[in-house]
């Protein structure tokens, strides 16, 4: 007799089971069911007594007796003629199947799952004993299996391709145009002495000059023509090359024949004495031609940051052109009351810079949470007035309100109520700035040269010292300079209280940086009296003033009084109401010295309008935060990307404006992306990022 078990994942014995009754009686009706099925399935197994033999955990074989009752429904009799009987026809089953399956070898459309359900018809029919429950849930089985095989599948295709995606991306992000790197997915090892056969080139070639006067003048003629020659091999071979793969082919062998000669020249010509001559004078030489080298690159760059680039030149001139060709110098301008509504928030702009102003207004106004209520008050010379106003004209601003001045209908400014403005147009002036030859210009250095600009002579520049004057009926405007960008909404200022100062402006000073004594010359008592060297600066370039204190301490008659000393100019100033006789000094500490003495040298402080500005202001100004304004992407490479993105205006103060090809490239998109350069005037001009 033989027993097998028709499914592993059911074997069980009636001991087993019991866990699944919680008495004997129940238990017992349990075995009583089963005894019942086998008696009606297998009526002649009821009395049937099992001999099972196996091996226990120590592999001694042991015999055990049951009853065929005892076992659960997992066991199945066979009767070994029958096993025979059903292996044949078990065989044939299968030889109909390969049959079957030939039929449809050449089918395209015979699919997999077909194939599969063949081969459980095969293996249920092996298993036809078993009951149809335990059929269908092998059955349920098997397609869970197949299901959740093809899950796997499609998640690992699904990830291959994120993989092969995610690299081809990164490779794309590799510069493999970088000279020397020949593997795009690691970084090469650096070597920290890649310009050592280049440096050792340039030293040879300075100690073959100084061997080379020496030879010269002991008659070596010799030895100074292989001097003169490998020197000049060198040179050749080193040409503009920074780093050694830049050298040309041969270098190294050059650089070896030239110490070669080296050699021969220090056993036949050295001297301590006259070599540390040589050098010394040749040392001198060399820092003559730095400072000279310098000069010009300072001489140069102011001339690149004063002079207008074509594209700039050429917007003015074409808006000017169509300005009275198109007839719009015949249209009326807006309603003075939103221009003089004190409610509402005003900035003043003084600019020639057609470009620049737009900048400053467009920037403004898209950051602007209510627009409706700024007014931009923009005052250019007679010069640009047509090219200024026929530009916001046909580009005006979302919303907001601008006006466009012209400085030469302020007739009020005049040289009988200012001689600043009589200053500023004397030959004396016109001389120190204009001059070539004057003491101060490029022999003296790039310090002076620096202050030597002339948008000083310019009263636009002058200005913002008469705001009360311009604008009578305001009561508080922001200055803003053409050379900024604004990023945030500005209105929290016009709230801010000042504590009773005039200005409100950002702080420069960090340290002993940028404090009275960078500005003013604190040797003279006129200065060292009157002020702290401690003091701290701060900057023009976005500043709130309030209009009303302004008024109320004269602050423009100080500024007169300050002024004077910059430009040597007689103690008369003049003032709304009747000329006042100033005394014939600025502060009581020098009253013995006349004006016209004590800035002639222009050593009492630095030219421009912010040391007259910080005299003026000085004690009057409140410190705001420093998230409101950020300096120097004019000149400093260096700053925090960080800080400027989180500032409320930020500016270009500098040489490096950023309309200019001298403009530091990763500040320039912060004032590009607020040009119009889909504007046809721009496009003609050929004006583009």
Same mark, same amino acid.
């Given at each position: 007799?033989?027993?097998?078990?028709?499914?592993?994942?059911?074997?069980?014995?009636?001991?087993?089971?019991?866990?699944?009754?919680?008495?004997?009686?129940?238990?017992?009706?349990?075995?009583?069911?089963?005894?019942?099925?086998?008696?009606?399935?297998?009526?002649?197994?009821?009395?049937?007594?099992?001999?099972?033999?196996?091996?226990?955990?120590?592999?001694?074989?042991?015999?055990?007796?049951?009853?065929?009752?005892?076992?659960?429904?997992?066991?199945?009799?066979?009767?070994?003629?029958?096993?025979?009987?059903?292996?044949?026809?078990?065989?044939?089953?299968?030889?109909?199947?390969?049959?079957?399956?030939?039929?449809?070898?050449?089918?395209?459309?015979?699919?997999?799952?077909?194939?599969?359900?063949?081969?459980?018809?095969?293996?249920?029919?092996?298993?036809?004993?078993?009951?149809? #429950?335990?059929?269908?849930?092998?059955?349920? %089985?098997?397609?869970?299996? /197949?299901? =959740?095989? *093809?899950? &796997? @599948? $499609?998640?690992?295709?699904?990830?291959?391709?994120?993989?092969?995606?995610?690299?081809?991306?990164?490779?794309?992000?590799?510069?493999?145009?970088?000279?020397?790197?020949?593997?795009?997915?690691?970084?090469?090892?650096?070597?920290?002495?890649?310009?050592?056969?280049?440096?050792?080139?340039?030293?040879?070639?300075?100690?073959?000059?100084?061997?080379?006067?020496?030879?010269?003048?002991?008659?070596?003629?010799?030895?100074?023509?292989?001097?003169?020659?490998?020197?000049?091999?060198?040179?050749?071979?080193?040409?503009?090359?920074?780093?050694?793969?830049?050298?040309?082919?041969?270098?190294?062998?050059?650089?070896?024949?030239?110490?070669?000669?080296?050699?021969?020249?220090?056993?036949?010509?050295?001297?301590?004495?006259?070599?540390?001559?040589?050098?010394? #004078?040749?040392?001198?030489?060399?820092?003559? %031609?730095?400072?000279?080298? /310098?000069? =010009?690159? *300072?001489? &140069? @760059? $102011?001339?690149?940051?004063?002079?207008?680039?074509?594209?700039?030149?050429?917007?003015?001139?074409?808006?000017?052109?169509?300005?009275?060709?198109?007839?719009?110098?015949?249209?009326?301008?807006?309603?003075?009351?939103?221009?003089?509504?004190?409610?509402?928030?005003?900035?003043?702009?003084?600019?020639?810079?057609?470009?620049?102003?737009?900048?400053?207004?467009?920037?403004?106004?898209?950051?602007?949470?209510?627009?409706?209520?700024?007014?931009?008050?923009?005052?250019?010379?007679?010069?640009?007035?047509?090219?200024?106003?026929?530009?916001?004209?046909?580009?005006?601003?979302?919303?907001?309100?601008?006006?466009?001045?012209?400085?030469?209908?302020?007739?009020?400014?005049?040289?009988?109520?200012?001689?600043?403005?009589?200053?500023?147009?004397?030959?004396?002036?016109?001389?120190?700035?204009?001059?070539?030859?004057?003491?101060?210009?490029?022999?003296?250095?790039?310090?002076?040269?620096?202050?030597?600009?002339?948008?000083?002579?310019?009263?636009?520049?002058?200005?913002?010292?008469?705001?009360?004057?311009?604008?009578?009926?305001?009561?508080?405007?922001?200055?803003?300079?053409?050379?900024?960008?604004?990023?945030?909404?500005?209105?929290?200022?016009?709230?801010?209280?000042?504590?009773?100062?005039?200005?409100?402006?950002?702080?420069?000073?960090?340290?002993?940086?940028?404090?009275?004594?960078?500005?003013?010359?604190?040797?003279?008592?006129?200065?060292?009296?009157?002020?702290?060297?401690?003091?701290?600066?701060?900057?023009?370039?976005?500043?709130?003033?309030?209009?009303?204190?302004?008024?109320?301490?004269?602050?423009?008659?100080?500024?007169?009084?300050?002024?004077?000393?910059?430009?040597?100019?007689?103690?008369?100033?003049?003032?709304?109401?009747?000329?006042?006789?100033?005394?014939?000094?600025?502060?009581?500490?020098?009253?013995?010295?006349?004006?016209?003495?004590?800035?002639?040298?222009?050593?009492?402080?630095?030219?421009?309008?912010?040391?007259?500005?910080?005299?003026?202001?000085?004690?009057?100004?409140?410190?705001?935060?420093?998230?409101?304004?950020?300096?120097?992407?004019?000149?400093?490479?260096?700053?925090?990307?960080?800080?400027?993105?989180?500032?409320?205006?930020?500016?270009?103060?500098?040489?490096?404006?950023?309309?200019?090809?001298?403009?530091?490239?990763?500040?320039?998109?912060?004032?590009?992306?607020?040009?119009?350069?889909?504007?046809?005037?721009?496009?003609?001009?050929?004006?583009?990022?």
């Amino acid at each position: 007799v033989l027993f097998y078990d028709a499914d592993s994942s059911d074997v069980s014995t009636t001991t087993g089971s019991r866990a699944l009754y919680d008495c004997d009686q129940c238990h017992r009706i349990k075995e009583q069911d089963i005894f019942t099925t086998r008696v009606r399935k297998y009526p002649d197994e009821k009395d049937i007594d099992i001999i099972a033999t196996y091996s226990d955990a120590s592999g001694h074989v042991r015999l055990a007796r049951l009853k065929m009752r005892d076992l659960s429904e997992s066991w199945i009799w066979e009767n070994p003629a029958n096993a025979v009987s059903e292996h044949q026809k078990s065989s044939q089953g299968q030889v109909e199947s390969l049959q079957t399956d030939s039929r449809f070898e050449d089918n395209p459309k015979h699919s997999t799952d077909e194939h599969y359900l063949e081969e459980n018809r095969v293996k249920i029919h092996r298993s036809s004993s078993m009951t149809p #429950v335990k059929i269908k849930r092998r059955m349920m %089985r098997q397609e869970r299996r /197949k299901a =959740r095989a *093809a899950e &796997l @599948i $499609q998640q690992d295709k699904e990830t291959d391709n994120h993989i092969v995606s995610a690299a081809i991306e990164h490779s794309e992000g590799f510069d493999t145009t970088i000279k020397g790197k020949y593997s795009i997915w690691r970084r090469e090892y650096e070597n920290p002495n890649s310009d050592s056969t280049l440096k050792l080139m340039r030293d040879q070639i300075i100690m073959a000059k100084a061997y080379t006067n020496i030879a010269k003048s002991k008659n070596k003629t010799v030895l100074y023509k292989a001097l003169v020659k490998h020197s000049r091999d060198s040179q050749q071979a080193i040409g503009e090359a920074s780093s050694d793969a830049e050298l040309q082919i041969g270098s190294l062998d050059r650089a070896k024949a030239m110490g070669h000669v080296l050699s021969i020249a220090k056993d036949q010509l050295y001297d301590c004495d006259l070599v540390a001559r040589k050098l010394r #004078v040749m040392l001198q030489s060399t820092e003559d %031609r730095v400072n000279i080298q /310098k000069k =010009r690159s *300072a001489f &140069l @760059i $102011q001339l690149a940051a004063k002079t207008v680039p074509r594209p700039l030149h050429c917007l003015p001139l074409q808006l000017a052109a169509d300005y009275y060709l198109q007839g719009y110098h015949k249209k009326g301008n807006i309603d003075k009351e939103k221009i003089e509504d004190p409610s509402l928030y005003h900035y003043a702009i003084f600019s020639d810079n057609v470009l620049a102003t737009s900048v400053v207004v467009n920037s403004t106004v898209q950051n602007a949470k209510e627009p409706e209520k700024h007014v931009f008050h923009v005052v250019t010379d007679k010069l640009n007035f047509a090219a200024m106003r026929m530009w916001f004209l046909i580009n005006p601003p979302s919303k907001a309100t601008i006006e466009v001045q012209n400085i030469d209908d302020f007739k009020w400014l005049n040289s009988s109520y200012c001689s600043v403005l009589r200053q500023l147009e004397s030959a004396r002036i016109k001389e120190y700035y204009f001059k070539a030859n004057h003491p101060s210009s490029l022999s003296v250095g790039s310090d002076n040269l620096k202050y030597r600009n002339p948008k000083y002579l310019s009263m636009l520049n002058h200005l913002r010292f008469y705001l009360p004057e311009v604008y009578p009926k305001l009561n508080r405007i922001l200055f803003l300079d053409d050379d900024i960008v604004v990023q945030k909404d500005l209105t929290r200022l016009w709230s801010t209280d000042l504590k009773g100062r005039v200005n409100g402006a950002v702080e420069t000073c960090k340290e002993s940086f940028h404090r009275f004594d960078k500005y003013l010359n604190f040797s003279n008592p006129l200065i060292s009296n009157n002020f702290s060297p401690e003091a701290c600066g701060w900057a023009f370039g976005m500043n709130i003033f309030d209009l009303k204190e302004w008024k109320k301490r004269n602050i423009t008659g100080i500024y007169h009084r300050s002024i004077l000393l910059v430009f040597w100019i007689e103690p008369l100033v003049c003032v709304h109401t009747s000329p006042v006789r100033l005394q014939a000094s600025l502060f009581s500490a020098g009253a013995q010295s006349p004006l016209s003495s004590l800035n002639e040298d222009r050593t009492l402080w630095k030219l421009g309008t912010l040391p007259p500005g910080l005299i003026t202001f000085y004690n009057l100004t409140y410190p705001l935060d420093r998230g409101w304004h950020v300096l120097g992407l004019g000149y400093d490479p260096a700053l925090n990307l960080t800080e400027i993105e989180n500032a409320a205006v930020i500016h270009y103060n500098g040489n490096y404006k950023p309309w200019l090809n001298l403009a530091v490239s990763k500040y320039k998109s912060f004032w590009s992306r607020y040009v119009m350069f889909d504007n046809p005037y721009l496009r003609v001009c050929n004006l583009s990022e």
